[in-house]
């Protein structure tokens, strides 16, 4: 019997997967260890750490322990920098809001699970006028831990009703695709962050959502049948190498 869409669910990430932005949170950054006497490259730093919360992200780099309170001005300050050089530059990437509605009518639950706060997704989904295609979402404010853990994954799976192993998520970072097996699900990366060789075992590899169509997906899931183990190895390997 073929698959059912309303069997299922799709599971966006929102950086590099709604909007192409990488190179704008680099740049915010990379302002920012600036600012704090920090040589650290901030482009291939977020190749390797992109999905993680701000704050964690920081604590890679910084020298010393630094209390929290502390850690979450500079990443406000981060946050700051980002809106001010990505304001006249917030578009979704080709073709997002035809394939949303496409998988909406199939029967496809659909939900957000970003590792960005309250604020900073207003900032994007409203801007861009998404917030009507998803059914769920779940930002950092509603997990315990984000990626490369499960829990912003597993959190939106089960709110849309739909067990792991029907859910499909949209990545752009190695770290996001590990969450992703880590709860059980397959994914579709999304090449504006990574060249498609850089991830483990998505579906497929998309440039944008053009060419994808429900259908599509569906044929995806029927050769794939089982998520992938996640790779401790590649997870690990995007931390050591800083």
Request: hydrophobic share 45%.
């Amino acid at each position: 019997m073929p698959l059912a869409a309303s069997d299922h669910a799709l599971i966006f990430d929102m950086d590099g997967v709604l909007i192409d932005n990488t190179r704008y949170q680099a740049r915010a950054f990379q302002l920012l260890f600036r600012e704090l006497g920090l040589t650290t490259k901030a482009l291939p730093l977020l190749r390797r750490l992109n999905g993680m919360p701000a704050t964690n992200i920081l604590q890679t780099v910084l020298r010393n322990p630094v209390p929290k309170k502390e850690l979450k001005q500079y990443a406000d300050r981060r946050e700051f920098l980002y809106r001010v050089l990505y304001w006249d530059k917030r578009r979704e990437l080709e073709g997002l809001t035809k394939f949303l509605a496409a998988a909406r009518a199939a029967g496809f639950k659909l939900a957000l699970g970003t590792g960005s706060g309250a604020e900073t997704i207003d900032y994007i989904v409203d801007h861009l006028g998404l917030r009507h295609h998803f059914d769920v979402i779940v930002g950092k404010d509603d997990v315990d831990r984000g990626k490369p853990h499960a829990d912003t994954f597993a959190v939106a799976a089960r709110q849309l009703g739909i067990p792991p192993e029907r859910c499909v998520v949209f990545e752009d970072a190695i770290l996001g695709e590990q969450a992703a097996y880590k709860g059980g699900m397959r994914c579709i990366a999304v090449s504006t962050t990574l060249p498609a060789r850089q991830f483990q075992a998505p579906l497929a590899v998309i440039k944008d959502f053009t060419d994808l169509t429900p259908a599509l997906v569906l044929t995806l899931l029927e050769a794939h049948p089982k998520a992938p183990k996640p790779s401790r190895e590649l997870a690990q390997r995007q931390y050591m190498q800083l």
